[in-house]
C-alpha cells in the first residue's frame, strides 16, 4: 500500500529564517510526485511536479527536491505569506495519486 | 479564465436528504476528480473520470454517486446523507489521464450532515 508521511506537522518560523520540509514515501514505481499549497478555506494550489531522483524545481523562496524515498521543500528566507499548509502527493502509478496530510507552517513578522 | 468553479459554496443536511455537489472547469481538461478532505487525513479520491463518458470508482465511493455531464462539468451525488459525509469537497480537473498529470483544484464546498 502507498503510504506518504510529511514532517513537521506544523512549523513555527520566524521571517528570514529558513527551513526545509520534508515529504517521506513508499510507492512502487513513482511516476511523479506533486507539492501544493493550501490557504485556509481554500483548495490546494499547485507549486511543483517532480518526476525523477535528482530533480530540483525553484520558484520564488520554494526549492523542492526529490530522492527515492523523500522529497523536500526548502523555504529560504520565509515571509509571513508564505504561510500555508504544504501538501505532498506522490503519483505511485495509473489510477493513485497519495495525498500527505501536510505541513502547516507559519511565518511570524 | 475562472478554472475550476465549485457550487454551492456551503451546505447543511440532515440525515437522510440527498443533494447534488456541481463542479465546472473551463481549461479543456480531459480528467475530472472528486476528493474529500477531513482533519487528520489527507485528500481522498471518491470518484474520477478519465474523460467525457466513463466515471470510476477512487478510494472511498460508498455512498456517492457521479455524472459526467459533458467535457466540462463532473457532479457528486450524495442520496441519502449520513453524518459520516460531513467534510471538506474538492473537485479537480487534469489535461490527461492516468494521475501523473498535474491536478488544479476548485475552492471546495462545506457539507455538515447533522
Known amino acids: 500500500e502507498d503510504q506518504v508521511t510529511q514532517s513537521p506537522e506544523a512549523l513555527r518560523l520566524q521571517e528570514g529564517e529558513s527551513s526545509s520540509l520534508n515529504c517521506s514515501y513508499t510507492v512502487s514505481g513513482l511516476r511523479g510526485l506533486f507539492w501544493y499549497r493550501q490557504d485556509p478555506g481554500k483548495g490546494p494550489e499547485f507549486l511543483f511536479t517532480?518526476?525523477?531522483a535528482g530533480e530540483e524545481k525553484e520558484k520564488e523562496r520554494l526549492k523542492a527536491t526529490l530522492t527515492k524515498k523523500e522529497s523536500f521543500l526548502h523555504i529560504t528566507a520565509p515571509k509571513p505569506e508564505d504561510s500555508a499548509t504544504y501538501l505532498c502527493a506522490p503519483s505511485g502509478g495509473y489510477q493513485k495519486v497519495t495525498f500527505g496530510i501536510g505541513t502547516k507552517l507559519q511565518v511570524i513578522p | 479564465n475562472a478554472g475550476v468553479t465549485q457550487t454551492p459554496k456551503f451546505q447543511v443536511l440532515k440525515t437522510g436528504q440527498s443533494m447534488t455537489l456541481q463542479c465546472a472547469q473551463d481549461m479543456n481538461h480531459n480528467s475530472m476528480y472528486w476528493y474529500r478532505q477531513d482533519p487528520g487525513m489527507g485528500l481522498r479520491l471518491i470518484y474520477y473520470s478519465a474523460s467525457e463518458g466513463t466515471t470510476d470508482k477512487g478510494e472511498v465511493p460508498n455512498g456517492y454517486n457521479v455524472s459526467r455531464l459533458n467535457k466540462r462539468e463532473f457532479s457528486l451525488r450524495l442520496e441519502s446523507a449520513a453524518p459520516s459525509q460531513t467534510s471538506v469537497y474538492f473537485c479537480?480537473?487534469?489535461?490527461?489521464?492516468?494521475?501523473?498529470?498535474?491536478?488544479?483544484f476548485g475552492p471546495g464546498t462545506r457539507l455538515t450532515v447533522l
Open positions: 517532480l518526476y525523477s
Open positions: 479537480a480537473s487534469s489535461e490527461a489521464s492516468g494521475f501523473t498529470d498535474t491536478q488544479y
